[in-house]
């Protein structure tokens, strides 16, 4: 079954205190209507932007809770489609981003998008788009988390892995998952260092189902490209070491290899790779091709 969710249906905080606003069967996709980053508050670059409410960002459209849904489980999420706004925003700000201590003012930029060539013109330079959805997550465990910041549950992980035709795993914590996405990037690089991607208002039809053998604590996504294990740390170190330790945890018992063996693979045909390193908590994201899952015969579905 296919449902339709519009963006009348903001939220700002992953919890379980959130009411869900729509109840599907696990297999019923939804048409997800999103708000941009800053809640669709921005419509010039020259606009008065003390009027703008800079703390009310990165609106999800949700949450859906999922029958048959519990705690302990992983929700299989299918991207099918993401479908672009026709106009966009970038900005960077005094304290924010990688040049926080060099950027003196606020400079926002506005990008028409076009869906048709699917390129952006920044000016005059004609670049191709990246769409991918920035906040993407459940319910967490127990406290309350904005949805400015990653974690386990999902959130604010800001990846260009998380796009169309992916496929996105999120450890389930509350009944019924209480998910959500919003926040859709049309163009970002890996980083997102300035801050903000391509910030854009859209419409995602994903399908959502229980992961029938995917046991993992830290979102996964699966593309055509492999698996990629995406860990939230105050420190990207961190992050990158406990990705790959997440990986190991799940790919070992998969294959015959000692644990010696499994990360000299992992040294030999694994990636390390960031998603964010700009928002309250950064993401690392460690990656292995689908050519060693073909080796060992690991499915996951
Ligand atoms: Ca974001
Ligand atoms: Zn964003």
């Known amino acids: 079954m296919k449902h339709v969710l519009d963006k009348t249906n903001l939220y700002y905080v992953m919890s379980k205190k959130e009411e869900p606003v729509l109840n599907i069967n696990p297999g019923d996709t939804v048409e997800i209507h999103t708000a941009d980053c800053f809640s669709d508050q921005i419509i010039s670059p020259d606009m008065d932007f003390s009027a703008v409410d800079w703390s009310n960002s990165n609106p999800a459209t949700g949450p859906i809770y999922v029958n048959d849904i519990h705690p302990g489980d992983v929700l299989k999420v299918t991207i099918e489609t993401i479908e672009l706004g026709s106009r966009g925003l970038a900005t960077v700000n005094a304290g924010a981003g990688v040049m926080r201590d060099y950027i003196e003012k606020r400079c926002v930029k506005m990008f028409d998008v076009d869906t048709e060539h699917h390129t952006t013109n920044f000016n005059g330079l004609i670049m191709p788009l990246n769409p991918m959805i920035g906040v993407i997550g459940n319910a967490p465990a127990d406290a309350s988390v904005p ?3 990653p974690g386990p549950h999902g959130g604010n992980m800001d990846s ?7 496929i996105v795993y999120l450890p389930v914590f509350q009944e019924g998952a209480l998910f959500g996405l919003g926040d859709v990037h049309a163009k970002m690089g890996d980083g997102e260092v300035g801050i903000s991607g391509l910030e854009i208002d ?17 979102p996964v996504v699966i593309d055509e490209e492999g698996i990629y294990m995406f860990v939230s740390d105050e420190s990207l170190d961190n992050g990158v070491d406990e990705s790959v330790k997440q990986m190991i945890k799940i790919l070992q018992p998969l294959t015959d290899l000692s644990l010696e063996e499994i990360t000299i ?20 994201r460690f990656f292995i091709p689908h050519y060693v899952l073909n080796h060992y015969s690991i499915e996951f579905s």
């Open 147 to 149: 949805n400015s910041t």
């Open 265 to 284: 693979l992992m040294s030999l045909a694994g990636e390390a790779q960031i998603n964010q390193v700009v928002d309250p908590l950064k993401t690392a």
């Open 160 to 166: 260009k892995k998380c796009t169309d035709k992916s």
């Open 202 to 218: 859209a419409a995602v039809t994903v399908k959502l189902e229980k992961a029938e053998n995917l046991a993992t604590v830290h």
